[in-house]
């Protein structure tokens, strides 16, 4: 089960980097793990950190004045190699959102199975969000996935994104892709009988 997802409000992080790649989000030397949890601690390991340990102050993440579980990044985000890792670590860390204006075909995929909302926007529109952070890193930003429309809660700019049907009633309803199937046990149980009684029946 993955937690299910409605509707958001919440501050955000800007990450006004274009083109972070898969081993940017999390290196290769950190996908030992089988598990999808612990990801999150070297999420942006190699921007989060210098090489001997200390945290870079003005990354982003590290800064005190960004906080909330919206990333807000820059144009071509999830590119490079398809590792699940990148949307664990994510997921990890504690973002439910990751809006840009455009993703790789592939991390929007990991993405979504794995509870993560990618919410691609305009440039406008991106421009703008980077634009009220900087103006007020409080701001705050409404996700609305029954509607489809992401919020600037100060001006009410809102815009409407774009989502598969399937992996919309997944998120929705709080199902992986398993779960979804399992969920459908009734009506293949009911479909079963009925056409083991038409063979019945022609028989």
């Known amino acids: 089960m993955i937690p299910k997802f409605e509707k958001l409000t919440s501050r ?17 030397r950190f996908l030992k793990a089988t598990e999808r949890r612990g990801f999150g601690d070297n999420l942006f390991r190699d921007q989060r950190y210098a090489p001997d ?4 102050p003005d990354f982003p993440l590290n800064d005190s004045r960004y906080g909330g579980e919206i990333l807000v990044a820059s144009h071509n985000f999830g590119c490079g190699s398809s590792r699940e890792h990148a949307a664990w670590a994510l997921f990890d860390y504690g973002f439910r959102v990751v809006v840009s204006s455009f ?5 929007r995929g990991n993405a979504l199975n794995n509870g993560l909302l990618p919410v691609e926007v305009s440039e406008r529109f991106l421009g703008a969000m980077f634009a009220e952070i900087s103006a007020n890193n409080n701001a705050k930003f409404e996700v609305d996935l029954e509607n489809q429309t ?3 809660l100060s001006t009410r700019c809102s815009e409407r994104f774009e989502i598969d ?6 998120l929705l309803g709080g199902l992986d892709d398993v779960d979804y199937l399992v969920s459908l046990a009734p009506e293949i149980e009911a479909y079963e009988k009925n056409h083991e009684s038409f063979r019945n029946h022609e028989s």
């Open 12 to 28: 955000a992080i800007p990450l006004p980097i274009e083109n972070i790649d898969t081993d940017q989000i999390i290196p290769a």
């Open 53 to 56: 340990g200390c945290a870079v």
């Open 103 to 107: 993703f790789a075909d592939i991390f």
């Open 150 to 152: 992401i919020t600037i």
């Open 165 to 170: 049907a399937y992996k919309k009633k997944c």
